[in-house]
């Protein structure tokens, strides 16, 4: 028993294909019933058989059950070939059955109830049989001297295994063995684990990736559960071709067959579909195999299509014209100067798109790196040296020879046909010899040209190591073996039941100002006795700011980068002592160490350092970022929408940079400019600080006067506010080349602030339209209904001390997907501004909305975070009740009348970036 796709360096280097290199083609054209006609039998056909193609003495019948039949009698020779093809290989196993195609493939040779000893019937009637397992198939044949009597067994047995095979645990106990030796001696072979490592590495997803042999745990561990149900799926007649060859009565046989095989009923299963699509490669590939061994082997990898397409043969005329020897062109390059002792070329290929190789085998000792280099560029500048008129002829004239000498013996044409049966069409055997006819040089110049490419190359080297240096993983534990010793203690973290409403936050936050800070302290018991700080700084004002580029954000990024006293690692480790997670302005301890906590962060806001080193490590960093986002679809399309919105001149702090100015800004800065500018904008005054958690006030309040009384700064701090502007709608899609997903982002600008009677209707139906998440009416749209998105939503913004607000809708789509995402807004925008909401969706909305600003009071950092905004704004918690209360409050006229008066769908300014090739859109 053979697993044929482990069957490397054949003679003429097609892989474990006897002709795949060349028995490929046009679909349609096979299926079309133009290129050949049935030739009529003349005796009555059985009864549920029908008649199909002939080619050439072969004539296909197929059986009510779905069987079909190919008849080639042949009087030349005493002897017959009786082949059965079943339509099921290594690419039809699941996870944690890999081997189970050829382990099944060995226990169908154990004997049926009504034959119990098939292998010594084979010997004592002096019959050549073997069954084989490939990436697609499994063939069983048996050669035999030509008498009824062994054609009659041969039949009635191969009808009987079909589905009478037990498949018993006691064959698999003792196969398994067999078959893992089996294995054991393939991993003897330099060759052998080579290429079997180069199918894992050149495959992601698609099962060719995996070796027909399978994994060593997996053949000794599987069920004989699932190989009898692998068995009951695949052996059946409507998955099978019986294939009878040699010297027969044509007209006897059919009968017998249809007897034998016509009794199986036809099965009531579907077989399984498989559509896993292998993705194209992006990149080379490279690995080393090292293992004891006296030779050293290099091989190149190349992704190929399958052997249905029409670029098969000429792939196979360039595997021969540079992997053959003595004539092909790498065995004139490495072996006859001696770079190398032998060269192959041979393809893995078949239904899916495969793998073809090219190889060298060095002597122990010598020079390997040379002849990768050679062997490389010899592929992938192949192209560029298409094939002389000889190189052609002698592969021509080579595939014909073998080809012929097949039709002249029903033995190989047996075996040689269960590679076309894999594909799907028996005949594509003689469509491939046409095609090879006509194949020119230009054409096996353009298909290596397209596959022999540096981004879809893998690389394999075998290199003997005398003592391999191998790390052994063990085997897990069982989780009770794990857990045998453990002894839980009590636990000590307790919290409180704390009540997130307003009001309750109110009760029990203390307000104050310490150190021209404002204050917010709210104790609360908390497991693990977490204590949370949130610090509000304000710097400048819009004048004091202009021109200032990146200057503020670095002199920010600067700040864990070393201070007077500690060292960017240092720091880092302070921290983690101190238990704090987060930032010198927003960060959570713990109980006993906020004290130190507050110390640590106002240490580091006062006392930067800026060290020269880690300036140009920061400055690097986000240079490599914004780089990095060049041809990012989500911010080239979110760029591109703030620069439609802009009205800010560059340098004012407002101003949307474009790319090209955030790296110009970033260059520009110098050290000493941070240094001046915490000098001159960096404190305290005008500040706000939230403390929520477990904590004693008492304890706090002189502590934070302490650290941050005297720290003042002399620049003048003023909010800075934003104009409301009326900007012309536009629609764009911009290019952003080799990306597989495309962004949407769409904008129209609003004249509102959160104060103005519609907000609250306004924030509900946006909730409505696109910020409710999957239930939304966006999502509704673009993911459930039309399946263009994975994600989107929408979002509206509102001035809280100017009047600058906005409406805005992003997703993300495949970039042949961007302008029907684009009309799908569009529709729903206007169905909602037409048609209104409902009074259904309105509860949900408030229902929605309610629970989430609920959660969000139960977040001590968000807490946190609301008291500094509100306490820069001069409110409290009761304005957001209040505000709720008229979340609450909001009819359904109300809503609608809001929503239709501020979104006007023909104002909605809209970016798309994608690749514009895989969208379409290119040349446009």
Known sequence: MDWTSEAYFPKRGLGARLLSGFAAGALAFVLGGAAWAATPKPAPLPKGVTLGPSVEGITEYRLANGLKVLLFPDASRPSITVNVTYLVGSRHENYGETGMAHLLEHLLFKGTRKNPDITGQFARRGMDFNGTTSLDRTNYYEVFQASQNNLDWALQMEADRMVNSP??????????????????????????????????VAYDWHSYGRSTIGNRSDIENVRIANLRAFYRTYYQPDNAVLLVAGKFDANKTLASIGRLFGAIPRPKRTLPRFWTVEPTQDGERSFAVRRQGDVQIVAVGYKVPSDLQDDAEALGFANEILGDAPNGRLHKLLVETGKASQVFGFAQTGFAPGLQFFGAVVKKGEPIEPVREALTQAVEEFAKKPPTAEEMERVRRSYMNTIERSLNDPQAVGVALSEMIALGDWRLYFLGRERLKTTTA??????????????????GTFVPEDAPQRATIPPAPTVEAV???????????????????????????????????????????????????DLRQHFGDEKNLFGKGAIPALTSGMLMRGTTQYSRAQLADAFDKLKMSGSPRHFQTTRENLAEALKLAAHVLKEPAFPASEFEQLRKQMLVGLEASRAEPQSVAGRALAAHFEQYPRGDIRHANTLEEDIEDVKAARLEDLAAFHKDF?????AEMAIVGDFDPKEIVPLVDALFGKWTAPANVAPILMKHAEVPAASTFLDTPDKENGFYTARMNLDLNIEDPDYPALMLA?????????????????????????????????????????FSISAIAAPQNLRKLDAAVRAELARAVKDGFTAAELADAKSGLMQQRLQNRANDAVLASGWT?????????????????????????????????????SKLSVVMAGDQGKAGERGK
């Open 442 to 459: 230009g054409q096996v110049a353009a298909a290596s040209g397209r596959y022999f490419l540096r981004s879809n190359r893998v690389t």
């Open 682 to 686: 960096h404190n305290s005054s005008p």
């Open 766 to 806: 946006n909730y409505i339209f696109g910020e409710g998440g999957l239930k939304s009416r966006l999502m509704e749209r673009i993911r459930q209904k039309d399946g263009l998105s994975y994600g989107g939503g929408s979002s509206l913004d509102a001035g809280d001390l100017d009047r600058a607000g906005g």
């Open 167 to 200: 498949v018993a645990q006691k064959d698999l106990d003792t196969e398994m063995t067999v078959v893992r030796n089996e294995y054991e001696s393939g991993e003897n072979s330099p060759v052998n684990v080579l290429f079997k490592r180069m199918q894992s």
């Open 483 to 533: 857990m045998k010793d453990f002894k839980p203690t009590a636990s000590s973290l307790v919290s409180e039941d704390f009540d997130p409403s307003q009001a309750n936050i109110m009760k029990r936050t203390q307000l104050t100002t310490a150190g021209g800070l404002k204050l917010a302290l709210l104790p609360k018991k908390n497991r693990g006795e977490t204590v949370t700080v």
């Open 869 to 905: 905004g509100f306490l820069y704004r001069g409110r409290t918690y009761e304005w957001s009740a209040a505000f709720e209360r008229k979340l609450m409050a909001v009819t359904l006229p109300q809503l609608n009348a809001a929503f239709r008066k501020a979104i006007i769908p």
